[in-house]
């Protein structure tokens, strides 16, 4: 399986999902987003893959901030996967 990883320098737009959900779209499309329980906020990029927790909602953010795009999956299959695993 071949993956076109690129980096953007244009940054993130965030808009909140759901009480627990931020996400994230970089020139149109989608990059990633965050999850919280309450405790801690779990970041995931544009595939669902995780790419750390953090103790608060700024410092996910910026650690989406340099996460590399790779080659993008339509939005609603990722957020549709991944807030149903959530709401388990």
């Known amino acids: ?6 980096h953007s ?3 993130l737009t965030w808009k909140q ?3 627990n959900v931020h996400v994230a779209t970089r020139d ?3 990059a990633g ?6 405790t801690a906020h779990v970041v995931r990029d544009n595939h669902g893959a995780e ?6 909602l700024a410092e996910a953010r910026c650690a989406l901030e340099g996460t590399p795009r790779r080659a993008t999956r ?13 709401r388990s």
Not at 51 to 56: H, I, K, L, P, V
């Open 9 to 11: 320098s244009t940054t």
């Open 1 to 6: 399986m071949n993956t076109t990883i690129t």
């Open 17 to 19: 999902a759901d009480d």
């Open 28 to 30: 149109g499309e989608f």
């Open 74 to 86: 339509p939005i609603r299959q990722t957020l549709r996967r991944h807030l149903s695993r959530a």
């Open 33 to 38: 987003f965050v999850e919280s329980d309450g």
């Open 51 to 56: 790419r750390g927790t953090f103790a608060n």
